[in-house]
């Protein structure tokens, strides 16, 4: 089924230039009319009647989809866009997608029926170029603004506002090479999400500098999450692998790797450092305090609203494509090698707990 977005290409013009064409909405110079109504007749195009609903009425909200509304990183950012949201004077409609596709669709119909003004997505590592489910399709064949945030979609036709994911990677990897680590385990994301990719590469480029190289058993796939955490460390511990650090994804796997190694009897930091990302706020709770690397969560939310409705204001304006620094939080789960035998392996995960002379 051909969409606006095959019509405007077939025609050499903009998705919105096409919306004003059908729905007559704004004066189109005659020979470019000519052109858009001859590719819509050739692709057999039907225009959606829902878009053409959405051009026509202003209802003040704004559709929001997160993928785990239990991750604090995602509420984080849910709240700061509901805030700046309301601050504007839109109602923000949440919905989160349990990482289904399906939901994911779902929700993004409920939304366009409801004749949101716009729509953001969260991180979602749901968005598949050329997918019957590709949520960016869906979006712009109903003609409503969307922006993308904290997910790289390259040269897509979307706003998008990111995290120097890959920035944050290296700062992680040059502070633990910087406390003379140099067995260092990775735990990384969902092998679907840009962020994971861009914080392993950077990581795997501090080391690589260095001369260290990122051993294939210390690299374990986690899913972004408390268990998986967990999970990590008992992998590790099968393996019998010796490091003495430990990058993870995000904050949430370093604290199930933090408890998961206080449990194995290895010490948070004297035996094994632990630096997370995000910085979210369970992260300076739990003791040892967890050394991350910050997201700026209140400026990708905020910047994420305006973009939206910079975007409705504009619907022709040039694409916008933020990207934001990320910063080292330096807490308690990180600390110095121990000695020159630390360098090598100070500690394989399992073995039997070294007690100090003093306990």
Known sequence: ???????????????????????????????????????????????????????????????????????????????????????AGYSVILCNSDLSELKQAAYID??????????????????????????????????????????????????????????????????????????????????????????????????????????????????GRYDGGAEAVAELRRRGLPFTALFAFNDLTAIGAIGALWRGGSRVPDDVSVIGFDDVLPASAIYPAVTTVAQPIAELGRLGVRVLLDRIAAPDAPRARHVLATSLVERESCGPARGEEARVSSVVVGAPARRREDE
């Open 110 to 223: 409920v939304l366009l029926s409801k004749r949101v003004d716009g729509l953001i997505l969260v991180s979602s590592g749901l968005i598949a170029a050329g997918d019957r489910l590709d949520p960016i399709a869906r979006i712009a064949d109903a003609g409503v603004p969307c922006v993308v945030v904290d997910r790289d979609l390259g040269d897509a036709a979307v706003d998008q506002i990111l995290v120097d994911n890959e920035q944050g990677g290296y700062l992680a990897g040059r502070y633990l090479l910087g406390l003379g680590h140099r067995r260092i385990a990775c735990v990384t994301g969902p092998s679907d999400l840009t962020p994971s990719a861009g914080r392993v590469a950077g990581f795997r480029r501090a080391l690589a500098e260095a001369g260290v190289p990122l051993a294939a058993g210390l690299a374990i796939a986690g899913n």
């Open 1 to 87: 089924m051909a969409t606006i977005r095959d019509v405007a290409e077939e025609a050499g013009v903009s998705k919105s230039t096409v919306s004003h064409v059908l729905n007559r909405t704004r004066f189109v110079e005659p020979g470019t009319e000519r052109r858009v109504r001859v590719a819509v007749e050739r692709l057999g195009y039907h225009p959606n009647s829902l878009a053409r609903s959405l051009r026509r009425r202003v209802t003040h909200t704004i559709g929001l989809v997160i993928p785990d509304n239990a991750n604090p990183f995602f509420a984080d950012v849910a709240r700061v866009i509901e805030d700046a949201g309301f601050a």
